[in-house]
Nanobody
């Protein structure tokens, strides 16, 4: 079993910053990809950013230059530093991991989501 514990969401004014964290625990042999997705009301879930175990990153076009994803491999934690927030960043942010179990099977797992609200 895997658990993802997300934290750091909340309400912030436009131009402000928030930092999201997601800690993965459980029967994980290796965390391959860790990522953040978001879903705004009435919209499809979209990739915000992802990071591989080697540290390669990928960002959605709308957040490039404002958000930074990082991870602590020793603690199995992924972070999302969000700066210069805009009202259109308002969404539920979901942590996602792709991992290998001790049996070497590969799985995807999603967190429950954390609300980020940016007021204008």
């Amino acid at each position: 079993q895997v658990q993802l514990v997300e934290s750091g969401g909340g309400l912030v004014q436009a131009g402000g910053s928030l930092r999201l964290s997601c800690a993965a625990t459980g029967s994980i042999f290796r965390l391959n990809v860790m990522a953040w997705y978001r879903q705004a009301p009435g919209k499809q879930r979209e990739l915000v950013a992802d990071i591989t175990s080697g540290g390669s990153t990928n960002y959605g076009d709308s957040v490039k230059g404002r958000f930074t994803i990082s991870r602590d491999n020793a603690k199995n934690v992924v972070y999302l530093q969000m700066n210069s927030l805009k009202p259109e960043d308002t969404a539920i942010y979901y942590c996602y991991v792709k991992y290998r179990s001790r049996s070497w099977a590969e799985y995807d797992y999603w967190g429950q989501g954390t609300q980020v609200t940016v007021s204008s």
